[in-house]
């Protein structure tokens, strides 16, 4: 039997990628989308690109949750703005107590509430580092989209490769900044722009380092984000500096093996490109190699793979279903 899904915050860019993603997925229900600012309306008024799935489903204010109590699980996805589930968590877990439904919610937050969290449960979803702690787990915390990129490139080359430094510089789309316009996300002033902010002190560093600790990894790196003027997509180039030089074909070898079960990581010969992987819940990872530094160059989604898409391969990976159900068919405009 399908599980019924509930989408917190439901006029965000998060929930209108779950949406679409979930008209793929066969073990799981039509969403309930639940929007403080959009009740009542219909779901096409804000995400028009589901007109085909969803066409007569509207916003919801509120979940009723009793109506809930005859499924096994009811699975909750909150793409709220920071801070918002932190403050609302323990009303919710008192609903769910008192509508009976408590032990069986598996709640997956995309936000940033929970990932540096101890002692509230939480599991950190960085989903091919962590399939041992997400297999039946009932509370998720998805990572950050910058943070998913750098972790998937910092962590086989910290583990394998040891080097001495690296510096990481990352473009992202506007998406990223989510529905809201604000004085640095507003078109007029971010296209045909590129603007560094927080320049080695982006809130994601924490949770990497705290991933590469977990791993045993001990790594000397710094971080620069841009803002770009794309819509969707993060462009992560990580320079590495050794002691020695390192082998190309090594490089390549240990990404191949680091990722051989991963069906959403792939070693690309060619340098990857951000149109490749636009859409789909695909990171590549491509990269060279001169005297004593390396090059890597990462590529994916800041709302599928950084997001979205990520938290439904977490929810796969804590139900115990295939990595890649529903999720399998979304490729990028271009084959490579
Ligand atoms: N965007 C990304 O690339 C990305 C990647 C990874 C993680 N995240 C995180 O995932 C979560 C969802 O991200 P998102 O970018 O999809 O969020 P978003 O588009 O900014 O929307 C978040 C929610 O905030 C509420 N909201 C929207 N405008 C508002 C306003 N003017 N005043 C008050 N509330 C307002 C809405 O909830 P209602 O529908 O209930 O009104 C909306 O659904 C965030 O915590 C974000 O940090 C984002």
Redesign the pocket.
């Known amino acids: 039997m399908a599980d019924p899904v509930v989408i917190?915050?439901?006029?965000?860019?998060?929930?209108g990628e779950l949406a679409r993603l979930l008209t793929a997925h066969d073990g799981v229900e039509r969403p309930i989308l639940?929007?403080?600012?959009?009740a009542g309306s219909p779901v096409t008024s804000v995400h028009p690109h589901l007109e085909s799935a969803y066409p007569d489903d509207r916003?919801v204010s509120q979940v009723d949750w009793s109506g809930l109590r005859g499924v096994s699980r009811i699975i909750v996805f909150s793409?709220?703005?920071?801070g918002?589930l932190a403050g609302m968590l323990g009303s919710l877990e008192t609903q769910w107590i008192g509508a009976g439904v408590d032990d069986r919610i598996l709640l997956i937050d995309?936000?940033?509430d929970f990932r540096l969290e101890e002692g509230r449960g939480f599991v950190y979803g960085l989903s091919e580092w962590m399939r041992g702690p997400l297999a039946g787990a009932t509370r998720i915390a998805?990572p950050?989209?910058f943070a998913t990129a750098l972790a998937l490139g910092l962590v086989p080359l910290a583990r394998e490769l040891h080097p001495r430094d690296v510096s990481a510089v990352a473009l992202t789309g506007s998406?990223?900044?989510?529905?809201?316009p604000g004085i640095r996300t507003h078109h007029p002033l971010r296209a045909h722009n590129c603007v560094p902010y927080h320049p080695f002190e982006h809130r994601h560093i924490g949770e990497v380092n705290r991933l590469l600790a977990r791993q045993a990894c001990t790594l000397d790196w710094s971080f620069i984000p841009y803002a770009a003027p794309w819509v969707r997509g993060i462009s992560l180039t990580i320079e590495a500096r050794f002691d020695e030089a390192p082998d190309q074909n090594r490089l390549a070898t240990i990404f191949r093996t680091s990722y051989a079960g991963s069906p959403f990581v792939r070693w690309t010969e060619t340098l990857p490109e951000l149109t490749w992987i636009v859409g789909s819940n695909r990171c590549l990872i491509g990269g060279c190699c001169q005297g004593r530094r390396a090059a890597l160059f990462v590529v994916l989604d800041?709302?599928v793979k950084?997001?979205a898409g990520q938290a439904i391969q977490n929810l796969n990976l804590a139900s115990g279903w295939p990595e890649d159900r529903g999720l399998g068919q979304w490729v990028g405009p271009y084959p490579v």
């Open positions: 917190l915050g439901g006029s965000s860019f998060g929930a639940v929007s403080r600012s959009h916003f793409a709220m703005r920071a918002e995309l936000s940033a998805n950050g989209c998406t990223g900044a989510g529905v809201t800041n709302l950084g997001m």
